[in-house]
């Protein structure tokens, strides 16, 4: 849908607003959907990929996941040759429990972001307000 195409500066910082919630957030279960989301949005970019699935593999760790560490460490060194030459699917959340290749729905707000229209906005300011 989008590769070969830089991010835009407002998938970006939406990227950067996914990491954050991550990085605060309290258990588990909603680090995970953060660093998924952000990983959806990443995923054209080769650094924000590799660095995605790096925070990844730290927070499976910290869980004391090897399933998913192990998954991690894959996905750490397919990241940035996938972002380069546009083989990545579209939606997928990163997890070690999805296939590689597994292409998944975009989340509303996200597809938003990617294309620019208004609804990312009203995120936004929601988000930062």
Not at 59 to 67: H, K, S
Not at 97 to 123: F, K, N, W
């Amino acid at each position: 849908m989008w590769s070969g195409t830089r991010l835009s500066d407002t998938v970006r910082d939406l990227y950067r607003v996914e990491m954050a919630a991550a990085h605060a957030a309290p258990a588990g279960a909603v680090k995970w959907r953060h660093l998924e989301r952000a990983h959806i949005l990443s995923q054209p970019d080769p650094w924000l990929h590799t660095g995605n699935h790096v925070a990844m593999f730290v927070l499976a760790v910290r869980e004391r996941n090897r399933g998913e560490a192990l998954g991690q460490v894959v996905r750490i060194v397919l990241a940035a040759p996938g972002s380069l030459t546009g083989r990545y699917p579209e939606g997928n959340t990163g997890r070690a429990s999805v296939g590689l290749r597994r292409r998944m729905p975009i989340p509303d707000d996200l597809r938003a972001a990617i294309t620019g229209t208004d609804e990312l906005t009203e995120h936004l300011e929601g988000t930062h307000g």
